[in-house]
């Protein structure tokens, strides 16, 4: 089985700043790419950031400059730096690892719960 655990989200003033965690646990062969998506309320599931597993990196435009994907493959971790947010960055995020059981085996999209990020004054 595996696990995706997403872990820092909260409320935080507009300008500020917060970083989210995602650990992939169970049994993994392989990931490749890693990203995050958010869907705020009323509106679809939308692309973050991702980043493959050689490090190249893609942004939606709405985060370019403020965001910053990373991942640590020693710990299965990818993480987003999250500067100078804004109220209409308040969503679920959710993270996404595209990866493969075994090396046998189908490569996947797997998802975690969610954590939500509210920014307000």
């Known amino acids: 089985q595996v696990q995706l655990v997403e872990s820092g989200g909260g409320l935080v003033q507009p300008g500020g700043s917060l970083r989210l965690s995602c650990e992939v646990s169970?049994?993994?062969?392989?990931?490749?790419?890693m990203g995050w998506y958010r869907q705020a309320p009323g509106k679809q599931r939308e692309l973050v950031a991702f980043?493959?597993?050689?490090?190249?990196?893609n942004y939606a435009d709405s985060v370019k400059g403020r965001f910053t994907i990373s991942r640590d493959n020693a710990k299965n971790t990818v993480y987003l730096q999250m500067n100078s947010l804004k109220p209409e960055d308040t969503a679920v995020y959710y993270c996404?690892?595209?990866?493969?059981?075994?090396?046998?085996?189908?490569?996947?999209?797997?998802w975690g719960q969610g954590t939500q990020v509210t920014v307000s004054s």
């Open positions: 996404n690892a595209d990866l493969k059981r075994a090396l046998g085996s189908t490569q996947d999209d797997y």
């Open positions: 169970g049994s993994i062969f392989s990931i490749y790419t």
């Open positions: 980043i493959t597993s050689g490090g190249s990196t």
